[in-house]
């Protein structure tokens, strides 16, 4: 079982930066791959990046990549999304979520996720 709490949302300008991060809880937070997901109103819950357990395997939805970076630090049970160059369109309320195997760009392979953190971008 694991539990995830994300944080580092808020309101930014379009060009902006922002960090989010999840913790975990759990002992076995190593052995999980991590996503993070986003949601806008309306719209169905879509992928943003994913980091297996090692943090050697990176996947990103093509509208973040070269934006985005993903990575974990598994000292500290957490994972992080950097987002840069941030647009109006990336507002949504972000979500992370893990699975105990690979990486996987699917909401339905994730069996834990937090409660999720809203990104605001203003133009």
């Known amino acids: 079982q694991v539990q995830l709490v994300e944080s580092g949302g808020g309101l930014v300008q379009a060009g902006g930066s922002l960090r989010l991060s999840c913790a975990a809880s759990g002992r076995t937070f190593s052995s999980y791959a991590m996503g993070w997901f986003r949601q806008a109103p309306g719209e169905e819950r879509e992928f943003v990046a994913a980091?297996?357990?090692?943090?050697?395997?990176?996947h990103y939805a093509d509208s973040v990549k070269g934006r985005f970076s993903i990575s974990r630090d598994n000292g500290q049970n957490t994972v992080y999304v950097q987002m840069n160059s941030l647009k109006p369109e990336d507002t949504a309320v972000y979500y992370c979520a893990a699975r105990p195997y690979g990486t996987s760009r699917f909401v339905y392979d994730y069996p834990y996720w937090g409660q999720g953190t809203q990104v605001t971008v203003s133009s």
């Open positions: 980091i297996n357990w090692s943090g050697g395997i990176t």
